[in-house]
């Protein structure tokens, strides 16, 4: 592991909700103790109804940008963590990260309904995602 603060990279393909959501909430949750990092296999732009349901809970990812995961590939990443099928695929190979873990989480993006539907559906991947890393933090004490 690293000798400072662990670092964690969430990856999806887009870098616009689920690994946004997940980098938003490790800071949230873990504070200055791990640095959270997020990319995409193939960026675009932070989805607005993922930066309204993060504010929901009061946590700001208004001013995250997506990236592309080759700016971390020379990275020393104690953890990489990807949140879709297709970002496990698709994701480089770290050769410099410690551990690798899949937390597979369905992409709310594309569902439709009225905007109440797809506000809730946003919602949904930001609570599961929460407890997810609610949990990993309770297995990895990292102190």
């Not at 873990?30 to 675009?44: K, M, N, Q, V």
């Not at 993060?54 to 949140?83: C, N, Q, W």
Request: glycine content about 8%; charged content about 25%.
């Amino acid at each position: 592991m690293n000798a400072k603060r662990p670092r964690v990279l969430f990856v999806c393909t887009g870098n616009a909700v689920r690994s946004q959501m997940a980098e938003g909430w490790l800071r949230h949750l873990a504070g200055d103790g791990i640095e959270a990092l997020s990319g995409g296999t193939r960026p675009w732009e932070v989805h607005p109804l993922a930066i309204e349901a993060m504010a929901e809970s009061g946590v700001d990812i208004l001013r995250h940008t997506a990236k592309h995961v080759s700016l971390f590939a020379s990275a020393p990443l104690d953890y990489v963590i990807t949140l879709c099928d297709g970002a496990k695929e698709e994701c480089p190979l770290f050769t410099r990260a410690a551990r690798r873990l899949h937390w597979p989480v369905h992409d709310p993006s594309n569902d439709g309904g009225t905007p109440e539907e797809r506000l809730d559906a946003f919602r949904t991947a930001r609570n599961e995602i929460r407890g997810l890393i609610v949990a990993w933090l309770a297995e990895n004490p990292f102190e």
